[in-house]
């Protein structure tokens, strides 16, 4: 099975500066790998998806990029803001097969 | 667009008690449905997949039990809740590459 690491320590960092989240595997090298973000209390939310084949995937303020020979993919958000503290999930994913959740990582914007 | 509702909120049950948690979906036909629970600083634990009426995958012995009725609900089930059955439960319904698109969770507590 996919072991998958995520920082257990809270990411504090302050407002309109860059986050940037870490998810390293350590098993079999997915077909795609997705971010969630999940807030207190509430379901995860999907936010982007990445395959493979793709080193980067925008999406308004959020980048990921995903580099299969570290086994890595990392998560950033540029000009972050108080509203974007929250926990964030990878989620690698072989094929067509279900995604498996890392434990996430908090982000603390602070104002 | 696609909705999924999922009920109660949160519940209080002491141990030894029966459980009924129901899922629905709206929007969609034939989804792939899931059961996850996260306990408290813990990762999301998949529990029960479905990929049709009456199909039910089981991806941890345990407790519980699950049951897809009819297309679009999903019913996770048990007939003796224990302690360690307490956590946050979630369902999901999955789109094009698996993307997860998640329910609003049931907070459960046994006592």
């Known amino acids: 099975s996919q072991k998958i690491e995520q920082n257990s320590e809270a990411l504090n960092i302050q407002e309109g500066k860059t986050a940037t989240l870490t998810c390293n595997y350590t098993?079999?090298?997915?077909?795609?790998l997705q971010w969630y973000r999940q807030d207190p209390g509430r379901g995860p939310v999907f936010l982007l998806l990445?395959?493979?084949?793709?080193k980067e995937k925008r999406k308004e303020r959020l980048k990921v990029t995903f580099d299969t020979t570290l086994k890595q993919s990392l998560f950033h958000i540029t000009a972050s803001q108080p509203a974007d503290s929250a926990t964030y999930l990878c989620?690698?994913?072989?094929?067509?097969?279900?995604?498996?959740f890392g434990r996430g990582t908090s982000l603390i914007v602070h104002p | 667009s696609q909705t999924i509702h999922q009920w109660p909120a949160t519940l209080v049950q002491p141990v030894g008690s029966p459980l009924s948690l129901e899922c629905t979906v709206e929007?969609?036909?034939?989804?792939?449905l899931y059961w996850y629970r996260q306990a408290a600083g813990r990762g999301l634990q998949l529990l029960f997949y479905?990929?049709?009426?009456?199909?039910i995958s089981s991806e941890v012995p345990q407790n519980l039990s699950a049951s897809r009725p009819q297309d679009r609900q999903f019913i996770l089930s048990s007939k003796k809740l224990l302690l360690s059955d307490s956590g946050f439960y979630l369902c999901?319904?999955?789109?094009?590459?698996?993307?997860?698109?998640f329910g609003s969770g049931t907070q459960l507590s046994v006592l």
């Open positions: 989620a690698p994913q072989r094929g067509s097969y279900i995604p498996t």
């Open positions: 990445i395959r493979e084949n793709e």
């Open positions: 999901a319904w999955g789109g094009q590459h698996e993307k997860l698109f």
């Open positions: 479905s990929v049709g009426i009456g199909q």
């Open positions: 098993n079999y090298s997915p077909a795609y």
């Open positions: 929007g969609t036909s034939n989804p792939n």
